[in-house]
Nanobody, 124 residues
């Protein structure tokens, strides 16, 4: 099982990026998935999550209104559209998937499978 995150890069403040996470090895169509990030010198933190059944979504307050999480179950892919980026959004972004549960989770421990991370750098 593998999660492959991509789409990171260097962008100016106010710009946009779209992250993708391609899953392989099994289907995650019915399990909850999420995005986390880790800024330099800080712990990894929750960004957004989407449930595996009806698509319930939650965001961290710091990204609410600017980021949008979505998924394509047919393609077994997860996305994070990031708009109005700020320098404080600079971090390595990780996608994650729960083993079986369709319920959303906010803590890292709720997720079993992790992507390798993709670096997002926002310049001021």
């Amino acid at each position: 099982v593998q999660l492959q995150a991509s789409g990171g890069g260097l962008v100016q403040a106010g710009g946009s990026l779209r992250l993708s996470c391609a899953a392989s090895g099994r289907s995650f169509s019915s399990t909850a998935m999420g995005w986390f990030r880790q800024a330099p010198g800080k712990d990894r933190e929750f960004v957004a999550t989407i449930s595996g059944n009806i698509g319930t979504i939650y965001y961290a307050d710091s990204v609410k209104g600017r980021f949008t999480i979505s998924r394509d179950k047919a393609k077994n892919e997860l996305y994070l559209q990031m708009n109005s980026l700020k320098p404080e959004d600079t971090a390595i972004y990780y996608c994650a998937a729960r083993r079986e549960s369709y319920l959303i989770a906010f803590a890292e421990g709720g997720y079993t499978f992790w992507g390798q991370g993709t670096l997002v750098t926002v310049s001021s």
